[in-house]
């Protein structure tokens, strides 16, 4: 395990956290006529933003687990919430305002935050499970 922590470094992390933030913006903010038409569940929406916000908090947790003290974890995890429930937000809105195939919708809001809250517990739980670093 301790090669995964060497090959997950503090920079590439921020790196990934960052790509991954940008791709997630483009995406979202993509007409969706433009991606495929795919109906296989009801809710398979909130279940897309689930996934998606859950890997942006994770990744977001592990950057910061990585490059600051673990002992300062509490408040920077509340900022990561935050600032994803805002990013969130702000998406959806655009949303509505600059694609014409796609509408806010709070039930997306919720499912992000959600995520984000999951991806921040797992990649504490992660961190400190699977490198063995005492909390």
Do not use: C
């Not at 940008?22 to 433009?34: A, G, H, R």
């Not at 994770?58 to 687990?65: A, I």
């Amino acid at each position: 395990m301790r090669h995964i922590k060497n090959l997950l470094g503090p920079k590439i992390l921020l790196y990934l956290s960052l790509l991954y933030t940008i791709l997630l913006t483009i995406v979202t903010l993509s007409e969706s006529s433009s991606l495929p038409d795919v109906h296989w569940w009801e809710y398979q929406d909130k279940l897309a933003h689930l996934l998606a916000y859950i890997v942006l908090g994770g990744t977001w947790g592990l950057t910061w687990l990585y490059t600051r003290k673990v002992d300062f974890w509490k408040p920077y995890f509340v900022g990561i919430v935050v600032a994803s429930i805002i990013y969130g937000t702000i998406v959806e809105i655009l949303q509505s305002t600059m694609t014409t195939t796609r509408n806010a919708d709070h039930w997306d809001v919720l499912a992000n935050t959600i995520g984000v809250i999951l991806g921040v517990v797992i990649a504490w739980r992660s961190f400190h499970k699977y490198l063995r670093i005492k909390m």
